[in-house]
């Protein structure tokens, strides 16, 4: 059983499209995150859901936009792709989320946009 | 918000111990430290986890010193499998329900036959 899984694994698009990626947790957990990581392999978080709230909300553009239908998924919404919107994005959840608890990532989306 | 430095990368031999230290200095009170491990074309796995002092599960030891400015995570009798980019993690409770993760910039373990 996957416990954390995401959709597409690759997404390859134009400029000024608009795009989603699925994420699908099975742990029950109550937190769901977002991150960015970019050439350089840093991982910087974008977002976080806590029982389908927003806790927290990085800079980001606001291009970006979580969308939590549930406990179980949070989808990444992203509008007007740009150039250095490409990256790979890992979604992953946790128990709770003041890092006390352990982190479980998906496998990634790798975005490119040309 | 805590911000955190480490080692860019690492070179070390099959058999080895290796020690990754992650600086972190304005670590909150109430922050904990978090080790992950990623491999090419995978999401970060956990590893360990600490508040401080010493702790030990099967795979990795995590020190902690008394003033919590940094964290060293040990990885005993290293493998060809443990390269990998280890990332220390550390979570800051602002108390006013916001919280901030920040994920060091990684450090390049490469273990040598």
């Known amino acids: 059983d996957t416990a954390v899984s995401q959709t597409p694994k690759y997404l390859v698009t134009q400029m000024g499209n608009d795009k989603s990626i699925k994420c699908e947790q099975n742990?029950?957990?109550?937190?769901m995150y977002w991150y960015k990581q970019d050439s350089k392999k840093f991982l910087k978080i974008m977002f976080s859901y806590n029982n389908k709230e927003l806790i927290i909300n990085e800079t980001v553009p606001n291009r970006f936009s979580p969308k939590s239908p549930d406990k179980a998924h949070l989808n990444l919404h992203i509008n007007s792709l740009e150039l250095g919107d490409s990256a790979v994005y890992f979604c992953?959840?946790?128990?709770?989320?003041?890092?006390?608890?352990?982190?479980?990532f998906g496998p990634g989306t790798r975005l490119t946009v040309t | 918000l805590a911000k955190t430095t480490q080692p860019i990368s690492m070179d070390s031999y099959e058999g080895q111990e290796v020690n990754i230290t992650c600086s972190h200095n304005n670590i909150a009170t109430n922050d904990y430290i978090t080790w992950y491990q990623q491999f090419p074309s995978q999401g970060p796995r956990f590893i360990i986890q600490g508040y401080k002092t010493k702790v030990t599960n099967e795979v990795a030891s995590l020190f902690i010193p008394a003033d919590r400015k940094s964290s060293t995570l040990s990885l005993p009798r290293v493998s060809l499998s443990d390269t990998a980019v280890y990332y220390c993690?550390?979570?800051?409770?602002?108390?006013?329900?916001?919280?901030?993760?920040?994920f060091g910039k990684g450090t390049k373990l490469s273990v040598i036959p």
């Open positions: 742990l029950g957990h109550d937190t």
């Open positions: 993690l550390v979570g800051d409770d602002s108390g006013a329900g916001s919280y901030q993760l920040t």
């Open positions: 992953a959840s946790s128990q709770d989320p003041d890092g006390a608890y352990e982190q479980y």
